[in-house]
Structure formats: structure tokens, C-alpha cells
């Protein structure tokens, strides 16, 4: 698991606008912030229309408002908004967990990442171990040792594309103990970069999200909060800064986010339809992820018949045990509807108006065992499919995102295509409306926002 570490003073985050990929060192200080991040190749630059200086002199507004705010301030707000207590429980991993161990771990908890973990034995009494954090691990990072031992096998089979679904099957239980007792620090990446930031919680809301976008190669996920012994205290993700930002257009302080149409932010641009990606309900999930490894992003969506019925993300291989790895064999459309316990043509589907798709069934919603389902996945984006339509603001984005980490953009009834997808949009996309090029290190790129 290769690494690299960021140090970097509050005076050196103001020096280093506009320079790429500067790294320095610093001292560790009281609080310290660490950024782990995705590896993206590709992204889309979502910038206000030209010819909109109304609406940019509004967003000017809440730009200061989110300068002035701590990420201590917000988090706060965020604990009362949700009545929960200050001190959360962070599940962490060790890096000798097992792939295998890892999954269960975050499935058991219902979270797509955790911490990695290491203990330093400062003195002789157990209550002075403290465990510093080396990096994460997330679901996402068992695609690439997966689809590689998928296609090495395949190559010593010598079996030529395209494959059936029982040969996949077959190669894919030939290769689950490879991949799944693989430890973490031996899984080969260079997705996960440590910026150790000091004074972590005196850093403005603006600053955290300048920081999300800050590398060129990298999209930075989440901000890890630590004490003066390097030791994970909070974590704040981009998501917590898109529930802050939806709470506060709930109250009405970011009114304009409702005049903000996804026309003046670019959305929907022929530059983005050239990166979506989607597949059809009966293309093999294993070449599904193959073609979601190779083209550096996290999600797709499933079409039939040119309409949108699903999507399919890294989150979903949560439930991949290596006993039933084969599972990814099974066509995308089959696959998800196994893995959330519904018959094939059963995966749910909903949208803001509550639709579903003749293609899946409706889960059985008088069954408790499905709506318990329901509630312990609907934070993380597993059973329902968010949608809106062109007319759409970022206002009802924002309210899409609340609880999932991508939102499609679908043609509207009642055109013929209704349905058809048009652009996704992640947490990523929000939070770049807010950010200064000069901070955006991924410049004028423009294709869509899957990666993110």
C-alpha cells in the first residue's frame, strides 16, 4: 500500500494557491488534519455559465459565510442537527487485516472506509499505546487485485473474450482466496494520500473543500481529525460538508442555491455526456468492474432500453464474501438484485417523484425484514437510485445528495426518452461550485463526474 505524506503549516496551505502537487514538511503541531484520497485521471471542471454575474456575485455570499465557518463549528452543528453524541466511534483496521477480514468489517458497520491503524508503545502501560493512523482502506480499493487476478487467470486458461457467465463464475472461484487473503499493506495502490495539517479544526469550511480539490491526480474524500499523539479523533468527509450545506439551505441562510439551475452551473454539457458510462442489465458485473478499473471511475449506471433502472458503485462489493465471489459472474442486473436479498428484476428503484421501473419489482415493503433493509442502507446510496430531472436547482441536488454520494440526471416525463440518463452528479461536483479555479488543480477538464 504505497503512501505519501503531506506536511504542511497553515501559512504553507496559503502559499502553495495555485502550485500542483507541492509537498513539504512541518513539524507535528497540537491538531492535524490527514486527506485520504482517490486516484482520478479524469474529472469534470463544473463551473458557473458565462454570462451569470448575478448568480456569481450571490454565490460570493455563501462562499464568505463557508470561509468563516470551522470545520470544528460545522461538525458541532451537524451533531445537534443529527441529536447524536460528541464522541463517535470510528471503526479502524489493522494492516494485517485480511481483504476478506476488511470487508466484513466495513459491511458489520455499514461503512464504505475505515482508518488503518498501527499501535506505537510510547511506556510500559497499555493506557499509553496509541494507535496512528497510516492511511484508509475502502471497498473500492479490492476492484484492481480482483479484476487483475480475474484476468490473469483467465489468460492461463487461455479463454478469449467474450466469456459466458459459468466460465466467469468458474474463474472467479478459482481466484477468491488469492484475492481475499491478500493483507491490506500488501494490495499495490496509489490512491491514498496523508496530508498532515496542522491546526485541523480552525480550518474554514472553504479551505477543507479547497483541499478536496487541491491535487491534480487525486480527489480528496475525506479529512481525518487527530490529537497531539497522532490519533484519529473525527472524521469529516465531503458528505458532512454537503449535509452542512443542504441544512443551511433548509434554514434559508443559501437561498440562492434555489435560483442556481443545473444549466448555470454547466451540467449537462456535451462535454460531460462524453464521460458517462453506462452498461446494460445482462453485461457480466465482473467485466463491469473491469470497465469501471479501466476508466478510473467509481460508479455506472444500467440502462434498459435507453432508460436508467439502477446504478452500480464500489459500495456494492461490501457484500462480497469469498465463499460466494462467483456472485460476480451473474449479470449487473441479477447481481444487485441478489445482493439486496430481492428476486432477479427486484432491485428497487426511486426517484425524487418516487418511481420505480417496470424492468425491477418493488422490494416488499410490509416486509420488515426489507424495510430494516432499507433504513441501515439509505445513508449509504445501496437501495435507492436518486434522480432529477433538467429543470432541476442545486437545491434539490443538494437535497438528492442528503444521503447518497451521486445523483443522475434523467430526460423528463413526459418526453418520449423520459428517463434516459443525461449526466451524474457527485458530491465532488457540488463542492467545486463553491471553489476558486486558481484552487481547483484540475483546471478547465471537463467530461463527467463518475470518478468522484
Same mark, same amino acid.
Given at each position: ?24 514538511? !512541518? ?6 488534519? /490527514? ?11 463544473? #463551473? ?44 479502524? =483496521?489493522?494492516?494485517? +487485516? ?13 461503512? =464504505? ?13 497499555? $493506557? ?19 479484476? $487483475? ?15 459466458? /457467465?459459468?466460465?466467469? /463464475? ?9 484475492? *481475499? ?9 496509489? &490512491? ?13 469550511? =472553504? ?21 497531539? !499523539? ?25 437561498? $440562492? ?6 444549466? +448555470? ?29 479501466? #476508466? ?19 459500495? &456494492? ?26 428476486? %432477479? ?11 420505480? !421501473?417496470?424492468? *425491477? ?12 433493509? #432499507? ?20 437545491? &434539490? ?5 442528503? %444521503? ?29 461550485? *463553491?471553489?476558486? $479555479? ?15
Amino acid at each position: 500500500m504505497k503512501m505519501f505524506l503531506f506536511f504542511l503549516s497553515s501559512s504553507q496551505i496559503s502559499k502553495k494557491k495555485g502550485k500542483k502537487n507541492t509537498r513539504r514538511k !512541518h513539524t507535528q503541531n497540537d491538531t492535524s488534519a /490527514m486527506a485520504t484520497t482517490t486516484t482520478t485521471t479524469t474529472t469534470t471542471t463544473t #463551473r458557473l455559465a458565462q454570462g451569470s454575474p448575478g448568480i456569481k456575485r450571490e454565490l460570493e455570499r455563501i462562499r464568505s459565510i463557508l470561509a468563516s465557518t470551522t470545520l470544528r463549528s460545522m461538525v458541532s452543528q451537524l451533531d445537534r442537527a443529527r441529536q447524536g453524541s460528541t464522541k463517535t466511534f470510528i471503526v479502524s =483496521l489493522l494492516p494485517s +487485516d485480511t481483504s476478506e477480514t476488511a470487508l466484513e468489517t466495513l459491511k458489520r458497520y455499514n461503512v =464504505l472506509s475505515a482508518p488503518v491503524t498501527i499501535q506505537n508503545l510510547e511506556g510500559l502501560n497499555r $493506557e499509553d499505546e496509541r494507535a496512528t493512523c497510516v492511511g484508509f482502506f475502502s471497498v473500492s480499493d479490492v476492484i484492481d487485485p480482483l479484476v $487483475e487476478a480475474f484476468e490473469d487467470e483467465k489468460k492461463l486458461e487461455r479463454m478469449q473474450d467474450p466469456i459466458n /457467465m459459468l466460465q466467469a /463464475m468458474t474463474l472467479l472461484g478459482k481466484v477468491a482466496s488469492k484475492v *481475499f487473503s491478500k493483507k491490506i499493506f500488501q494490495i499495490e495502490k496509489d &490512491d491514498v494520500d496523508l496530508v498532515f495539517e496542522p491546526y485541523a479544526k480552525e480550518l474554514s469550511i =472553504l479551505k477543507a473543500m479547497e483541499m478536496f480539490l487541491a491535487s491534480r491526480y487525486h480527489l480528496v474524500h475525506r479529512l481525518g481529525i487527530f490529537d497531539p !499523539h497522532g490519533e484519529i479523533q473525527k472524521i469529516v468527509s465531503q458528505s458532512d460538508i454537503i449535509r452542512f450545506l443542504q441544512m443551511k439551505n433548509e434554514q434559508g441562510v443559501f437561498k $440562492e442555491l434555489s435560483s442556481l439551475s443545473l444549466e +448555470d452551473c454547466s451540467f449537462c454539457s456535451s462535454e460531460r455526456a462524453l464521460g458517462l458510462c453506462t452498461v446494460e442489465p445482462h453485461e457480466l458485473t465482473i467485466n463491469v468492474l473491469k470497465k469501471m478499473r479501466d #476508466r478510473e471511475i467509481s460508479c455506472v449506471g444500467v440502462v434498459y432500453e435507453d432508460v436508467l433502472i439502477a446504478n452500480f458503485s464500489a459500495s &456494492d462489493l461490501r457484500r462480497v464474501t469469498k465463499d460466494h465471489i462467483s456472485i460476480l459472474g451473474l449479470p449487473i442486473a441479477e447481481f444487485l438484485a441478489l445482493s439486496h436479498r430481492t428476486s %432477479y428484476g427486484g432491485y428497487s428503484h426511486i426517484e425524487s417523484q418516487h418511481v420505480s !421501473h417496470a424492468f *425491477f419489482q418493488k422490494m416488499n415493503e410490509d416486509s420488515p425484514t426489507a424495510v430494516d433493509r #432499507r433504513n441501515k442502507a439509505i445513508e449509504k446510496d445501496e437501495i435507492f437510485l436518486q434522480t432529477v430531472g433538467v429543470s432541476a436547482t442545486i437545491s &434539490d441536488v443538494l437535497n438528492a445528495l442528503t %444521503y447518497v454520494h451521486r445523483v443522475w440526471v434523467v430526460v423528463e416525463k413526459p418526453k418520449l426518452n423520459a428517463g434516459k440518463p443525461l449526466d451524474v452528479i457527485t458530491l465532488t461536483d457540488v463542492l467545486r461550485l *463553491f471553489v476558486s $479555479e486558481e484552487n481547483d488543480a484540475f483546471g478547465e477538464e471537463k467530461q463527467s463526474g463518475q470518478s468522484d
